[in-house]
T-cell receptor
């Protein structure tokens, strides 16, 4: 079964540095997402992306964050100047286009996550 | 803003008993309600979902109910097994042209004692 993949699995960076987290969504999916989960807390929506533009973002997704789909397969999250509080697990997710099989459209598939540690 | 309340935060049951987790959402435009199971250090895994035009859905030992008027939805796990032990998250999603905005509850840590 196809899966969403993410790299790296763990990223350690110093405060103030830029990081890029990478995701490869499932190949025929058109809707892409980033979530974060601070250790022991809930999953938080960051951003949704469709047709090469952001469709919705949360209050967390400020000017320090950006997303990009640089080619036909990758979907990236960039944090320009990391803060200690950006330390979290970042999950990418994707889902497919609307089809007559509604259940397939609705299910979001999550990647394994990238653990970001800011020191 | 949108919010999803989830209770209880921790639930301990004996193997074979039932477990019930309840959620309340605030965004009346929410139309899709997935439930995820997350084991330590792993990704959230969808276990069941329900759309707003359905009141109840069952899949083997797992069932979900939705009361749109009250903005409540619940997860029921029957005949619990030790491998059901995990953190369970409810979520409420609002579908837009460009995908979903999904708000998660705070999670319920379920312990199933053998």
């Amino acid at each position: 079964e196809p899966e969403v993949t993410q790299t790296p699995s763990h990223q350690v960076t110093q405060m103030g540095q830029e990081v890029i987290l990478r995701c490869v969504p499932i190949s025929n999916h058109l809707y892409f997402y980033w979530y974060r989960q601070i250790l022991g807390q809930k999953v938080e929506f960051l951003v949704s992306f469709y047709n090469n533009e952001i469709s919705e973002k949360s209050e967390i997704f400020d000017d320090q964050f950006s997303v990009e789909r640089p080619d036909g397969s990758n979907f990236t999250l960039k944090i320009r100047s990391t803060k200690l509080e950006d330390s979290a697990m970042y999950f990418c997710a994707s889902n497919t286009r609307r089809t007559s099989g509604e259940v397939k459209f609705y299910e979001q598939y999550f990647g394994p996550g990238t653990r970001l540690t800011v020191t | 803003g949108e919010n999803v309340e989830q209770h209880p935060s921790t639930l301990s049951v004996q193997e074979g008993d039932s477990a019930v987790i309840k959620c309340t959402y605030s965004d009346s435009a929410s139309n899709y309600f997935p439930w995820y199971k997350q084991e330590l250090g792993k990704r959230p895994q969808l276990i069941i979902d329900i759309r707003s035009n359905v009141g109840e859905k069952k899949d083997q030992r797992i069932a979900v109910t939705l009361n749109k008027t009250a903005k409540h939805f619940s997860l029921h796990i029957t005949e619990t097994q030790p491998e059901d032990s995990a953190v369970y998250f409810c979520a409420a999603s609002r579908s837009e042209t460009g995908g979903f905005k999904t708000i998660f509850g705070a999670g319920t840590r379920l312990f199933v004692k053998a």
